[in-house]
């Protein structure tokens, strides 16, 4: 049975009279509506209420949320579907070449990085957790200028990698999987120095075959360090399928390396909120490191450019079961049931639309004003170095 509840998700993704509202009232400008299989069920809702039930321990931590934690989740969750939506539009309208989106796959970033202690924690997103950014306090103007390559953004513009430590983000690089034992050093220099903190960092299926994520997990599990892990399994790395490269899931890794392991539905950002928040006070506590397994779905290409060759990896079938997941529907439709009305939801939404649109209409603006003068690109220090004849004539 198909149950299609008047939900924000369903209004993105069907052509349903709130969406013409919305365009007409030029919140959404330039927004393009698609993937209309993307519907919840009652089937879904009743499995998202059962895994919330399933572990007494996390069931506890979700019980013991008020509406502000529950409504910043969905904020959180809506930000970061209309930042990719701004992405796409960007992408479409030629002013980005292509942009990496984490779209069907929010709740795995969101729930996690809301179970941190957002003034002192560290994360390292990569790129299906771009986020995270915004989620742990980075405006989402300097967000956007990030991507724009703009003087005001993060690093300047030298480089479409970014992250602020200001705000507790590590600046992503881009070989995968190296981040793992980054982190894993970060939060040895952490326990250390004493100090009550910890390191958390995604690793997605594909990346998991690189000698980084082992040497790190390793690391981490002989050293205890206070790291929250998560794997986050979206099924795909590039146009491979997660059958193509790794053999009866994930489930044996944790033990593997020493660590506590824990599995989560990567679309229930409750569940992947209280186990993070259990993993966290785990590692905190001086109990080493965690490793979450998430499952979820990469609902569309790698990023912008192979969105048809995406369409192809699998059957279409896989895309309408993940479809009825969308983290965003059914954690809306479970808010409703526990007693939040939807106009409620509907505020949450409208005021997130308005500060993601002012963001990128701020960050757009200031783009002409703001590029980089060429030699801003050299890193002081770094860049002389590279300059020296005997290194410069050396390639690497
Ligand atoms: C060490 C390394 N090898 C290959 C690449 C090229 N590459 C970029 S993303 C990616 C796929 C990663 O897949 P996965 O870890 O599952 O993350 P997902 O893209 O699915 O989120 C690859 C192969 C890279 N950036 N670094
Ligand atoms: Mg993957």
């Known amino acids: 049975m198909i149950y299609t509840p008047p939900t924000l998700a369903d209004r993105w993704h069907c052509k349903a009279d709130a969406v013409r509202e919305l365009l007409a009232s030029g919140k959404l400008k330039g927004f393009r509506v ?156 952490f326990r250390q120095r004493r100090e009550p903190r910890i390191a958390l960092t995604w690793v997605g299926d594909g990346s998991t075959k690189t000698t980084a994520v082992h040497e790190g997990f390793n690391l981490a599990g002989v050293l205890r360090s206070p790291v929250v892990f998560f794997l986050q399994n979206n099924q795909v790395a590039l146009g491979t399928r997660l059958e193509q490269h790794q053999i009866d899931g994930f489930g044996g890794w944790p033990d593997m390396y020493g660590m506590r392991g824990m599995a989560v539905d990567g679309n229930n950002v409750l569940d992947v909120y209280a186990a993070t928040r259990l993993a966290a006070e785990h590692a905190r506590s001086g109990n080493g490191p965690v490793l979450i397994v998430a499952e979820t779905f990469r609902m569309g290409g790698h990023a912008t450019h192979d969105e048809a060759e995406a369409r192809r990896t699998f059957a279409p079938e896989l895309f309408e079961t993940w479809g009825r997941r969308d983290p965003i529907g059914l954690y809306e439709e479970w808010l409703n049931r526990r007693g939040i009305p939807r106009e409620r939801l509907e505020e949450v939404e409208s005021a997130v639309a308005d500060e993601v649109e002012s963001a990128a209409e701020r960050a757009l603006a200031s783009r002409d004003e703001r590029m980089p003068a060429p030699e801003s690109a050299e890193l002081p220090g770094v860049s002389a170095g590279l300059r020296q004849p005997g290194l410069a004539a050396r390639p690497i």
């Open 34 to 189: 698609g993937r209309s299989h993307w519907r919840i069920t009652l089937a879904e809702v009743e499995r998202y209420e059962r895994t919330i039930h399933a572990d007494p321990e996390r069931r506890k931590v979700i019980e013991g949320l008020d509406d502000e934690v529950l409504l910043g989740l969905y904020a959180g969750l809506v930000r970061f579907r209309l930042h990719d939506h701004t992405l796409k539009r960007w992408v479409k309208r030629g002013v980005l070449s292509k942009a990496w989106l984490g779209t069907g796959e929010e709740a795995v970033t969101i729930g996690a990085v809301h179970a941190l202690e957002r003034d002192r924690d560290v994360v390292a997103p990569m790129i299906r957790n771009a986020g995270a950014c915004h989620e742990m306090g980075m405006p989402l103007e300097t967000v956007f200028a990030g991507y724009l390559g703009t003087g005001d953004g993060p690093n300047g513009g030298r480089d479409g990698h970014f992250g602020d430590l200001g705000h507790g983000v590590l600046q992503p690089i881009s070989p995968v999987g190296e981040m793992v034992p980054v982190v894993t050093g970060i939060g040895l220099a």
